[in-house]
């Protein structure tokens, strides 16, 4: 009889998990919303725009590798390491840190970027500061290496 013993998430990967569900969630909802006034119509666009794709597939990617461990079977994962979790951190704010200029700096500028006309935008970054601390969090615990 074979015994199945698999390591628990831990804290940090359960954020950066949840980060990662709300970055997909946050990449759907509208980015930014310009016009909108009377008989303007109002047009908006989401992360499947420019550098906000890369938003994107960080989200999958992390949440690949956090059920990596799990589908490889008893096999320690080499890349289940803060590492891993802190290069996809770290290329998840730079693409939304240049997509966000771009959307500063664009014929709409800051205006089309309040919470109630970019939700997905503001929702982003918060996901993106938690993976961010998960991946730090990572890096300081004990247990963060494996």
């Given at each position: 009889?074979?015994?199945?013993?698999r390591r628990?998430?831990?804290?940090?990967?359960?954020?950066?998990?949840?980060?990662?569900?709300?970055?997909?969630?946050?990449?759907v909802?509208?980015?930014?919303?310009?016009?909108?006034?009377?008989?303007?119509?109002?047009?908006?666009?989401?992360?499947?725009?420019?550098?906000?794709i890369?938003?994107?597939?960080?989200?999958?990617?992390?949440?690949?590798?956090?059920?990596?461990?799990?589908?490889?079977?008893?096999?320690?994962?080499?890349?289940?390491?803060?590492?891993?979790?802190?290069?996809?951190?770290?290329?998840?704010?730079?693409?939304?840190?240049?997509?966000?200029?771009?959307?500063?700096?664009?014929?709409?500028?800051?205006?089309?970027?309040?919470?109630?006309?970019?939700?997905?935008l503001?929702?982003?970054?918060?996901?993106?500061?938690?993976?961010?601390?998960?991946?730090?969090?990572?890096?300081?615990?004990?247990?963060?290496?494996?």
């Amino acid at each position: 009889m074979t015994s199945m013993h698999r390591r628990g998430l831990g804290r940090a990967r359960w954020v950066a998990g949840i980060a990662s569900a709300v970055l997909v969630i946050a990449c759907v909802l509208p980015w930014y919303t310009a016009g909108g006034g009377t008989g303007i119509p109002a047009i908006s666009g989401n992360a499947f725009e420019g550098p906000g794709i890369v938003v994107f597939l960080v989200a999958l990617a992390t949440l690949a590798l956090i059920a990596l461990p799990y589908a490889a079977g008893d096999a320690p994962v080499a890349i289940d390491r803060w590492q891993s979790y802190a290069v996809l951190a770290i290329a998840g704010i730079a693409a939304y840190v240049v997509r966000l200029v771009q959307l500063v700096t664009s014929p709409a500028g800051p205006s089309s970027l309040t919470p109630d006309r970019a939700p997905g935008l503001w929702l982003a970054g918060l996901a993106l500061a938690a993976l961010a601390w998960a991946a730090f969090d990572l890096a300081t615990t004990r247990h963060g290496a494996r």
